[in-house]
């Protein structure tokens, strides 16, 4: 069985964690209820883990048990440091108090988050709002009236299109700036702006560096605080540790979330987002310290193994593997794209990518769908080029079925 269907999974089948096993039981005897009472040693393991692996100009982290809830929380840390923002402190009024008890203003401001067509960012209630990449993950739940810009559709290979895709990406931007007035001058003024670094469910959807860069200065326009939803790319698919850093930013969000290959979930933020008083940003259990036992480990032997160095190769060989059966294919595959290992392919329509998956896991190979008709490549960090050689030919089999 070949696996290029990992998306939680960083070392799938690493032969080294026996050694681990036994530190590692104890951990398990009892989960402590971190919002409560953590336990003592929960700071120096945070140290270990998380805070090791920091995005740039972050020193803060929120420790959460999932994608949607590291999301969810990051959406609220935004509102409350757009309200301290606009009272100039962070001492609420009496009317505050008393209406937030009955959903009303002031107390429950009208404030929005800006999200794109394409995202996916979870599936509670504020992650759903600015969520649109598929309407079963939406279809009869009540939403926000938040505002949704368009994410640029680039056209492949990029270096034909320029011209047409850096218009495609000013269209967007644009398109953004124009709706954060909009909003404003509704009453419902953006606090915030969600983006992944790469939209994976909505169709593995990619941006230039310059799209971000210019987004990230929007944000500071405007001053709306910028989140980096990571949850699909951080953990080093990219060949690096966060998708972000390939946009050669000193500064680049304001908060990151994470989950999934992280094993745990939460986000980082900026010292001015930190929430201002106790349960503000709570529930029992935020998060596991046991999964931070296990991401310290994980994060070692990355380090050791300099996987993030392998997955830059592999992914060069995959996205090379796939170009030629692009060439071989014309008809049925296009826009092959991707960074280090987070690739994928588009297949002319939707009815043959999904017998392409059927009979790619008949051969013992698991792919997975996003988007329309786009074919998603996630192995672990322990794919080497001798897997991408051996899957390579095994989906030019299935390829050859359809033609």
């Known amino acids: 069985l070949i696996s290029l269907y990992d998306i939680v999974c960083p070392l799938h089948g690493f032969h080294k964690w026996m050694s681990f096993l036994s530190f590692f039981q104890s951990t398990l005897v009892n989960r402590p209820a971190l919002g409560i009472l953590p336990p003592e040693n929960f700071p120096d393991k945070l140290t270990e883990s998380l805070l090791s692996m920091s995005p740039s100009g972050m020193t803060r982290v929120q420790t959460m048990a999932c994608g949607s809830c590291s999301n969810e929380n990051a959406f609220k840390a935004m509102f409350i440091w757009y309200r301290n923002k606009e009272r100039g402190h962070n001492t609420p009024s009496e009317e505050?108090?008393?209406?937030?008890m009955v959903n009303q203003a002031p107390g429950c401001p009208d404030l929005s988050i800006l999200s794109f067509m394409g995202a996916f960012h979870g599936r509670?209630?504020?992650?759903?709002?600015?969520?649109?990449?598929k309407a079963i993950h939406k279809l009869d739940v009540p939403s926000f009236d938040w505002p949704i810009a368009p994410f640029p559709r680039l056209q492949y290979p990029l270096e034909e299109f320029s011209r047409e895709n850096a218009?495609?990406?000013a269209r967007c931007l644009e398109e953004v700036e124009d709706l954060i007035v909009k909003w404003r001058q509704k009453g419902k003024p953006v606090a915030g702006i969600v983006i992944e670094p790469i939209q994976a469910e909505g169709?593995?959807?990619?941006?230039?560096?310059?799209?971000?860069?210019?987004l990230r200065n929007i944000a500071r326009k405007h001053g709306c605080a910028f989140h980096v939803d990571?949850?699909?790319?951080g953990g080093g698919a990219t060949g690096k540790m966060w998708a972000h850093e390939h946009w050669g930013m000193d500064d680049p969000a304001d908060i990151v979330s994470?989950?999934?290959?992280?094993?745990?979930?939460?986000?980082?933020?900026?010292d001015e987002l930190q929430a201002d008083k106790p349960y503000r940003i709570f529930n029992t259990w935020m998060g596991d310290p046991s999964k931070n036992l296990i991401l310290a480990e994980v994060l070692n032997v990355i380090r050791r193994e300099n996987l993030l160095e392998e997955v830059t190769r592999s992914g060069k060989a995959l996205l090379n593997g796939l170009y030629d059966l692009q060439a071989q294919y014309p008809g049925m595959l296009s826009r092959a794209r991707g960074q280090g290992t987070f690739c994928a392919i588009d297949i002319c329509d939707d009815a043959t990518r999904n017998s392409i998956l059927l009979k790619a896991r008949d051969k013992g190979v698991l792919l997975g769908g996003c988007g329309d008709r786009s074919i998603r490549f996630r192995p672990s960090l322990v794919f080497k080029e001798y897997h991408v050689h051996i899957f390579l030919n095994i989906f030019n089999e299935v390829l050859a079925q359809h033609k």
């Open 96 to 100: 505050d108090l008393s209406s937030c």
């Open 124 to 133: 509670t209630m504020g992650c759903l709002a600015t969520t649109h990449s």
């Open 167 to 169: 218009q495609e990406e």
């Open 203 to 214: 169709g593995d959807n990619h941006a230039s560096p310059d799209f971000f860069k210019s």
């Open 230 to 233: 990571e949850v699909q790319t």
């Open 258 to 270: 994470f989950s999934k290959k992280l094993l745990t979930g939460g986000y980082y933020h900026r």
